[in-house]
């Protein structure tokens, strides 16, 4: 049988893996798509989860009503929370928790710089790499790249954060309420460092879902170069 430019394409690129040419003789023998093209898919695919889900987290309550992103108290503390909640202080435990996602949706306002960049030097070698791994492989090379660089941006903005908004004040008195309990031992965590590290959780879990989405439902892949691409790994 005849074999198409598709089919010479990826067997060259693909000549060197059993698993990936099985892949390349199951693909419809009409058309082509180039290096750049599948190169390109892929940032497309991680510019579209940057737009649709990690702009998300920068609007109020875009961490605070997300469940999957949602920011609680850290292990330490979780009983202060328990603690004042069953003595009738429940608002104020709202109100600590609500400020620790407010902050993290100002700091995700830095990130969208960061992940262009990224973005703009994916390689076809990284892109091949990606298009045929898992089911997060293009999320886990957005974090190889970016996760030092956010977190340095974070973690300043997060610390303005609680200042601009009150943050210091109202922990300190959640605090001071807790450590005045009998029989309750003095916590005192840094809450800056846990909420960039939690602000970067959620960004990276947002993007996951926006990948998961395009490789496993062909209705989100919305232009055809991400139809024609990820074709590719169907």
Known sequence: MKKSALFVVL???FSSCAELQQVVNQLPQTGTISN???????RQALDLGIDKQVNKLTQKDGFFKNELVKILLPEELQKVDKTLRNIGLGSLADEGLKILNRAAEDAVKEATPIFVNAVKG???????NILLGNDDAATQYLTSRTQTELYNKFKPVINNSFSKVGA????????TKYNALPLTSDVNPDLTDY?????LKG?????????????????SRTTDLLKKV???QD
Do not use: C, H, P
């Open 11 to 13: 067997v060259f690129i």
């Open 36 to 42: 750049t093209d599948i190169a390109s898919g892929l």
């Open 122 to 128: 994916i390689t076809f070698n990284d892109a091949k």
């Open 168 to 175: 210091d004040e109202i922990w300190s008195n959640l605090i």
């Open 195 to 199: 909420v960039t590290g939690e602000a």
């Open 203 to 219: 960004v990276y879990t947002m993007i996951a879902v926006e990948e998961k989405q395009i490789r496993t439902k062909i209705s």
């Open 230 to 232: 990820f074709a590719l």
